[in-house]
């Protein structure tokens, strides 16, 4: 499936004020230890108006002008170094087959690119990327302001993309919304591979390594985000990646796991018994999200408020945790408060894309944005009950679940992208016992 980024540099170009200069710069190589690198993997907005993957490199987009346009510097074709580090497309390549109306050599930016600029009213450039971009603008314009005195023309204003891009990029084409869909389909079967694994006794990390397997089968080369393997009092901590300790008999396990695939996350999360049988007190919780999960999502269709779901879940979860004992009180005296912050302290969901915490505002004109179709989000309601917390019964303390599932908003409600991810008690329970 082929992204069209030439029509997407097009309808960028037609958002920006006339007599402009777009500028995104490629994500920075990171380094692990001494001379070993990370993975590259290239800047979200870069790689969705480019399609072009490699470091070191800028794109400029011009729109008023008739022959250069789009215009790309990368690096120098390097035999000796492509020998050690892998292939590079030089500038002859990234005309031939990234569409580039000129390329030149990253090395010589500083050189070019004021006279690029010139005449350039406006610069339009991610105030949010850390690349450093912004203090590299300064010296270009600074060097047209240089040359004002034999005619030289530097830009008025500098202006942040982002806002445009992103609202560009929360509204999903067809094509992506495909490449969501396998990276859902990848996912789920990494959950049910590891639902099949799990037994007493195990490390989280080698739960973990299930997932990971399943997504590097797949063709997805990495997880979309660092994977939370949680067992017994572990799944109550929310952002828990250290993934060390050992599942014991009677835990639930909570796995906050999701691939990346061509650039699109996926993101889902399952809590499971490690012995494959819910205690009363498990399904009392899990059957609370459960039901608050499911409710949620009936909020979600174009048109309604985003932060309808988010309410419905804190509705459901109170009446379900005063119906077992663990609040005390008025449900709407207690949701006012806050009260039920200590067991449910996060957000219903996110955006989702080519970031797992994609972009894209989530208020407008300081009110909830309605939903619209094309925006992909995650539902994903938990209930978390720490051993150290007090004045709670010892039977439920170490119980934490979340549910959560990938959506798209369609035309006339939603779909879920992650379907067969076991769900229901009787369907997890099945699973984990084969």
Known sequence: MTLNFSERRDLLADKVLEDSAIIVSAASVKSRISDTEYSYRQDSNFYYLSGYEEPESLILIRPNQDKERFIIFCRDRDPLREQWDGFRTGQEGVIQDYGADAAYSINSIDEIMPKLLEGAKNIYFSMSAPCGVDAKISS????????????????????????????????????????????????????IRAMQSVRPGMYEYQLEAEYLYAFNKNGARSPAYNSIVGGGNNSCILHYVENNAELKDGDLVLVDAGCEYKYYASDVTRTFPVNGKFSPEQREIYSIVLEAHKQSMEQAKPGNKWNLMHEKSVEVIVEGLLSIGLLQGSRDEIIEKGEYSKFYM????????????????????????????????????????????????DKWKGIGVRIEDDIAITDSGFEILTPDVPRTIEEVEQTVQG
């Open 140 to 191: 270009w314009v600074e060097d047209i302001r240089k040359n004002t005195r034999s005619g030289a023309e530097p830009p008025q204003n500098l202006l942040s993309l982002d806002s445009i891009l992103h609202e560009m990029r929360l509204i999903k084409e067809s094509n992506e919304m495909d490449l969501m869909k396998q990276a859902a389909n990848i996912t789920t079967e990494a959950h």
């Open 346 to 393: 996060h957000r219903i969901g996110h955006w989702l894309g080519m970031d797992v915490h994609d972009v894209g505002s989530y208020k407008q004109d300081g009110d909830w944005r309605p939903l619209e179709e094309g925006m992909v989000m995650t539902v994903e309601p938990g209930i978390y009950i720490l051993d150290s917390m007090e004045d709670v019964d």
